[in-house]
C-alpha cells in the first residue's frame, strides 16, 4: 500500500484502510449542555474597541448539538428551553474556545529542548535525524497519538502541522486524528536538496505523492491537507513550481512553509536565488502566496513582504518560544497587525523549534517579545490570536474560533486557580467585570500552563480531563 502510494496512483484503496478504523472519539450525537462562565472573541480587538470584540457571560449556558453550537447565551435566558437537559456545570471555571496552533511539526516531540544551536545548525544537528524515524509508520503512529494527547492536554483543539517527507508520516498523523474526530490541517514535507539523502524526495515523486495524499485526506471528515514546502533552503525551484502547480489544482487546500525566520537563513536564500526579490519573492513566484498560504515565523521580513502578504490575504504563525529558543529575533506585532497593511496573524508553538506544547505558555512569550519592543499585547489582543485569529489565519471562521451558533463544539474548560499561586492572584470567580476578566485571564496566560486545561472537548465530545 505504502509502495502504491509512493508512485502516486491507485488513491482510492487506501480509503478502505480508513474506513475500517474504529472511531475512537465519534462525534457526539446527543445533545449537550454546558453551564459555566464563557469568554469568546468576536471581533479583532487590534482594531476594535474591546468592548465590541470581547463576549463574557458570566454565568452561561451552551447548547450543543451532533458538535455543532445549537444555542449560546446566559443561562437565565435559556434555561426555560433547556431545562430538561442534564446540565455539566463548571462553576468557578471558564470556558473558552479550543485554543488554534497555526504551526507545529509532530515529528519533532520527541527532540523539544534541544540545546545551544540556531536554525540551520539546529537542522543538520537535531532535526533531520529525528525525522528519518518517520519512515516507519508504526514509529510514525505511536508519536502521532503521544502528540495529538499531548495538544489536548494544553487545550489546543485545531492545529497546522509538518508531517516528514515519508507519506506513511502523514496517514499516521491523519488516522489518529481521525480516530479522535480532531480537525486537523498536514502535509508532507516536500524537501529535493540541502539536506540528507535519507530525507530527500524529488520535484515529482513529491508532486505525486502530494496529490495522492491530497485525494486521500483533504475534506476526509474534519481533516484538511497543507501542500508544504519545508523551506526556499530545501526545495529545488522546480520543487516550488510544482507546489504552486498543486495549488492551481487543489485551490482549497492550504500551502504551510516556513519564511524569514533567521538572519543566516534569509543570507542563504539570496545566495540560492539571486534572480528573486527577496525571500517572499521566491515563494510568489512560484505561485504559493496567497489565500490560505500561512507563512511560519517572518521575523526578518520588509516592511515590502509584511504589505504583500497583507494584499495576497495570506497569514503568518507567529511562533514566539521558538524565536527567543533559536535566537532568531522579535516578531514585529506592530507590522503583521498594521491599519494600512493588516495581515492575518495566528500563533504557532513551532514544537520541536519551540519550546512548548503550551499556547498559555507561547501567549506568555509573545507578550515579552511584544514589551520589549515597547508595545505589549492586550490580554484580549492574545486570546484572540490564539483563538479566533488563529481561525481567520486558517481561513475557517465559518467553523472554528468562538462560540457563534453553527460553528463547531470545540472547547476547554480553564481553572483561573488552578494552582496555589494562581487562587492567591484570583481569589474571587467568576470576574464580575470585564476589566476584573481581562485581570484574572493576564494572570492565567502569564502563570498557567496545561495545568490550567481542566478540559477540552471536541465536536461536543469530552477528550481530555485534567
Ligand atoms: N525552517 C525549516 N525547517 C524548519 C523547522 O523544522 N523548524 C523551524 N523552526 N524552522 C524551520
Ligand atoms: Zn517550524
Known amino acids: 500500500m505504502q509502495r502504491v502510494l509512493r508512485m502516486g496512483i491507485a488513491v482510492n484503496q487506501p480509503e478502505q484502510s480508513l474506513s475500517a478504523l474504529k472511531p475512537f472519539m465519534p462525534a457526539s450525537d446527543v445533545s449537550l449542555a454546558i453551564r459555566a462562565a464563557f469568554l469568546d472573541l468576536i471581533g479583532d480587538p487590534f482594531y476594535e474597541k474591546e468592548q465590541e ?71 543538520n544537528k537535531y532535526t533531520f535525524p529525528t525525522e528519518a524515524k518517520f519512515k516507519d509508520i508504526t514509529y510514525a503512529r505511536h508519536m502521532a497519538a503521544q502528540f495529538l494527547d499531548e495538544l489536548l492536554k494544553n487545550g489546543t483543539t485545531t492545529a497546522l502541522v509538518f508531517a516528514a517527507v515519508f507519506p506513511e508520516s502523514v496517514d499516521a498523523f491523519f488516522e489518529e486524528a481521525s480516530r479522535r474526530n480532531l480537525r486537523m490541517i498536514a502535509g508532507k514535507v516536500m524537501m529535493d536538496r540541502n539536506a540528507p539523502n535519507y ?25 484538511l491537507y497543507a501542500i508544504t514546502p519545508r523551506f526556499a533552503v530545501t526545495s529545488s525551484e522546480s520543487q516550488l513550481e510544482l507546489a504552486g502547480k498543486l495549488r492551481q489544482e487543489f485551490p482549497d487546500v492550504y500551502l504551510h512553509t516556513h519564511l524569514s525566520e533567521n538572519v543566516n537563513e534569509v543570507a542563504l536564500v539570496a545566495k540560492l536565488f539571486p534572480h528573486r526579490q527577496g525571500y517572499l519573492d521566491v515563494y510568489d513566484q512560484a505561485g504559493l502566496v496567497g489565500e490560505r498560504s500561512v507563512f511560519a515565523h517572518g521575523v526578518q521580513l520588509t516592511d515590502a513582504e509584511f504589505q504583500r502578504l497583507s494584499a495576497a490575504k495570506a497569514a503568518i504563525a507567529c511562533c514566539p518560544t521558538s524565536n527567543l529558543f533559536l535566537g532568531s529575533g522579535l516578531f514585529k506585532f506592530h507590522c503583521a497587525k498594521s491599519r494600512q497593511h493588516p495581515v492575518k496573524l495566528g500563533l504557532g508553538t513551532d514544537v520541536g523549534g519551540g519550546s512548548s506544547f503550551s499556547l498559555l505558555r507561547t501567549i506568555h512569550e509573545a507578550y515579552l517579545v511584544a514589551q520589549l519592543q515597547g508595545r505589549p499585547l492586550s490580554p484580549f489582543q492574545s486570546l484572540f490570536l490564539a483563538t479566533l485569529g ?3 489565519a486558517l481561513c475557517l471562521t465559518d467553523k472554528l474560533g468562538n462560540f457563534t451558533v453553527g460553528k463547531e463544539a470545540d472547547f476547554i474548560v480553564v481553572d483561573p486557580q488552578a494552582t496555589p499561586l494562581l487562587r492567591l492572584r484570583n481569589p474571587h470567580v467568576p470576574a464580575a467585570s470585564i476589566e476584573h476578566l481581562a485581570d484574572q485571564l493576564f494572570a492565567v496566560m502569564t502563570l498557567g500552563d496545561d495545568r490550567v486545561i481542566q478540559a477540552t472537548y471536541v465536536a461536543g465530545s469530552l477528550a481530555y480531563q485534567g
Open 53 to 123: 470584540c470581547v463576549r463574557y457571560i458570566p454565568d452561561g449556558l451552551l447548547i450543543v448539538e451532533n458538535g455543532v453550537i445549537q444555542e449560546f447565551g446566559s443561562y437565565e435566558a435559556l434555561q426555560s428551553r433547556y431545562g430538561s437537559l442534564p446540565i455539566t456545570a463548571y462553576p468557578g471555571k471558564l470556558v473558552l474556545p479550543g485554543l488554534i496552533d497555526t504551526h507545529i511539526h509532530y515529528p519533532q516531540m520527541e527532540m523539544i529542548a534541544a540545546y545551544g544551536e540556531q536554525l540551520l545548525e539546529w537542522l
Open 199 to 223: 530525507l530527500r524526495d524529488t520535484a515529482e515523486q513529491s508532486y505525486l505523492d502530494t496529490k495522492a495524499l491530497i485525494q486521500k485526506w483533504h475534506k476526509r471528515g474534519r481533516l
Open 390 to 392: 488563529g481561525a481567520e
